[in-house]
């Protein structure tokens, strides 16, 4: 199941990630358009808002400038703002600063020297204009109240944000359904990929196995001596090419074939006896020592046959690629049990730690094998729940461990 799982979640993320990727393209194209509507919109509303109050100021200006109506006003001082509607404010101001009249909300009075033009004074928005009446020049102020203007602002930007919202969650579901229609195709090639190996593999296994046998059967044989040479030579390719095939079967079927095993109460020192004991002709080739250190009653509750493939493909490496001294195989337990296997190689070169679990990937091409079995093991240690650790050094040796 491992192995069909990680490739479902890489379609998964995939898949996720281009919906991402489309819905913040569209939010983004949305929120600059938007934005650029929105900001455009407030300038016109506030360039109209303010075009009325230069209007009101240059109407009253004009009154301002007919014969005696300084004299009128200066009668007017201080009356109540009559005929002012609400939410507008007048102001005449001398050059001196003094305030001459004032009609509707009060304004505050503006700081020395007065400016001309726009100001904003608390909900207020003021144009100030000056005003040449021919022997005196006054200050006009007219005021109007903007807190109408702002709540339009206001419902404006909340408008903008929940549409931002609503196409962001839009976009997310539409991306979602393109996106998986667009790697429909993807999958489905992989898939019928993958099938293919599957079938190719097995349909590999039963003629080698022939080969194999009939091979076997030859080579007791009474034949010549060169004949046998060659047979021993075919036979020793026949086992390479079935392991391999093995390999690639395991990879692309290890969910499959693994589908029905269970988890069962293992004693580690005889399950680990009865593994390192298929190794020993190996080790023993090899000038290997192959030890196990295990104590007699520790346990792990896991799937056997899956731990098994693990650690036959650590101890095949271990023993594969030391030339000298020795291989253990081993377990322990402090709270979490931790199986390894140690070997006095080569080692591993920092920078090589990550890359040999990958698929096909191997350190030097000089040794047998298709680099398939490390990467076999991350996918199964990942299936058992467990962790795979590796510490090694140059020239030091390696230690693998399996961590429940
Ligand atoms: N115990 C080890 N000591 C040194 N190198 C190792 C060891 N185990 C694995 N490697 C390196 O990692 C590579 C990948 O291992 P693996 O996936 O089992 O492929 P293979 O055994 O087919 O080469 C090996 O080719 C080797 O370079
Ligand atoms: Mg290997």
Request: with cysteine; net charge positive.
């Amino acid at each position: 199941m491992s192995s069909v799982m990680n490739e479902k979640k890489a379609f998964r993320k995939t898949h996720l990630t281009w919906t991402l990727i489309f819905t913040l393209s569209i939010v983004f194209v949305v929120a600059v358009v938007a934005g650029a509507v929105f900001m455009v919109e407030k300038n016109r509303i506030t360039r109209q808002f303010d075009g009325d109050l230069v209007r009101t100021a240059e109407f009253i200006e004009k009154r301002l400038s007919a014969p005696g109506m300084m004299g009128m006003l200066r009668m007017m001082k201080g009356m109540p703002p009559l005929f002012v509607p609400r939410g507008e404010a007048f102001q005449l101001l001398l050059s001196s600063g003094e305030v001459f009249l004032e009609v509707g909300e009060q304004l505050d009075t503006p700081e020395m020297p007065v400016k001309e033009g726009f100001s904003t004074e608390g909900n207020y928005r003021v144009f100030t204009k000056k005003i040449d009446l021919g022997d005196t020049t006054i200050f006009l102020r007219v005021g109007k109240d903007i807190s109408d203007l702002m709540e339009r602002s206001r419902r404006l930007l909340s408008m903008y944000l929940l549409l931002i919202v609503f196409t962001a969650g839009g976009a997310w579901i539409f991306g979602y359904f393109i996106s998986k229609l667009a790697l429909l195709p993807v999958k489905n090639a992989y898939d019928s990929l993958k099938r293919f190996s599957m079938d190719a593999s097995h349909e590999l296994k039963t003629p080698l196995s022939v080969l194999k046998t009939s091979l076997d059967v030859l080579k007791y044989q009474d034949v010549p001596e060169e004949v046998k040479n060659k047979l021993s030579i075919m036979e020793k390719n026949v086992e390479k090419m079935r392991k391999q095939v093995e390999q690639l079967l395991l990879l692309v079927k290890s969910g499959e074939m693994f589908k029905d095993t269970v988890k069962e109460r293992i004693n580690l020192k005889v399950f680990l006896e009865e593994l390192v004991e298929a190794f020993a002709p190996k080790a023993e080739a090899k000038n290997l020592k192959l030890k196990i250190e295990c104590p007699d009653d520790l346990f792990v509750e896991t799937e056997k046959d899956v731990l098994r493939v693990v650690l036959e493909n650590l101890i095949d490496n271990a023993i594969k690629f030391t030339e000298k001294g020795e291989v253990i195989v081993g377990a322990v337990s402090d709270g979490r049990v931790t199986i390894y296997v140690k070997d006095t190689g080569p080692g591993i070169p920092k920078k090589e730690q990550k890359k040999i679990f990958e698929r096909f990937y191997r350190i030097s091409r000089n040794t047998e094998g298709s680099g398939l079995g490390l990467s076999i093991v991350k996918e199964l240690v990942a299936r058992l729940k467990a962790k795979i650790v590796l510490e090694s050094e140059e020239g030091k040796g390696s230690t693998f461990k399996i961590i429940f």
